[in-house]
Nanobody, 119 residues
Framework: QVRVVESGGGLAQPGGSLRLSCTVSASRFRLYAMGWYRQAPGEERELVARITMSGNTNYADFVKGRFAISRDSADNPVYLQMNNLKPQAAAVYSC?????????????WGQGTQVTVSS
């Protein structure tokens, strides 16, 4: 069973920064990609940033230039550095791990971490 755990959420002021971390409990041998998604109250969940294990990244247009997703090595957490936070960034941020099982990709989700942006 793959367990995905997020940390690093909390309160930031507008213009401030937070760094989120995501770890997976199992060996990353079959891990294809990891991503951060967010869901604000009354809204649908949306992609924030995603990184493949080969290092390719993609970002939502609303975070380009301000957020960065990264990983140090295959066994370290995946980070989401969020800079110049805006109030509309407030949401529950969830980490997703895409696991390859045969020809299929299976999604595993963490519980989510709350990000609040307020002065």
């Amino acid at each position: 069973q793959v367990r995905v755990v997020e940390s690093g959420g909390g309160l930031a002021q507008p213009g401030g920064s937070l760094r989120l971390s995501c770890t997976v409990s199992a060996s990353r041998f079959r891990l294809y990609a990891m991503g951060w998604y967010r869901q604000a109250p009354g809204e649908e969940r949306e992609l924030v940033a995603r990184i493949t294990m080969s290092g390719n990244t993609n970002y939502a247009d609303f975070v380009k230039g301000r957020f960065a997703i990264s990983r140090d090595s295959a066994d370290n957490p995946v980070y989401l550095q969020m800079n110049n936070l805006k109030p509309q960034a407030a949401a529950v941020y969830s980490c997703n791990a895409e696991w390859t099982i045969g020809d299929a990709i299976v999604d595993y989700w963490g519980q989510g971490t709350q990000v609040t942006v307020s002065s």
